[in-house]
Nanobody, 115 residues
């Protein structure tokens, strides 16, 4: 059974930092491209950042220069380092694993940026 478990969310002040983790089990992690999505209240889910199985990365324009995606295949874990957080970054953050036509979602972790 495939499981993706996000952690590391919470409440942070504007300008602060958080590191999200996505721990994967039940799949061959190193063969999957991995992504972080987020969904704010009343908005569609959007792609935040992605990292291929080869380690190539891409970011949404709104987070470039502030967020860093990484993965540790030995630990079956993906990370999202979020710096200089803004109130508009408030959302539920989800990890998504994809390989060919197979895709899996985590349950999400809440990130709230507020003073």
């Amino acid at each position: 059974q495939v499981q993706l478990v996000e952690s590391g969310g919470g409440l942070v002040q504007p300008g602060g930092s958080l590191r999200l983790s996505c721990a994967a089990s039940g799949l061959s992690f190193s063969f999957y491209d991995m992504n972080w999505y987020r969904q704010a209240p009343g908005k569609a889910r959007e792609l935040v950042a992605g990292i291929t199985r080869d380690g190539n990365t891409d970011y949404a324009n709104s987070v470039k220069g502030r967020f860093t995606i990484s993965r540790d295949n030995a630990k079956n874990t993906m990370y999202l380092q979020m710096n200089s957080l803004k109130p508009e970054d408030t959302a539920v953050y989800y990890c998504f694993a994809i390989r060919a036509t197979m895709g899996y979602w985590g349950q999400g972790t809440q990130v709230t940026v507020s003073s």
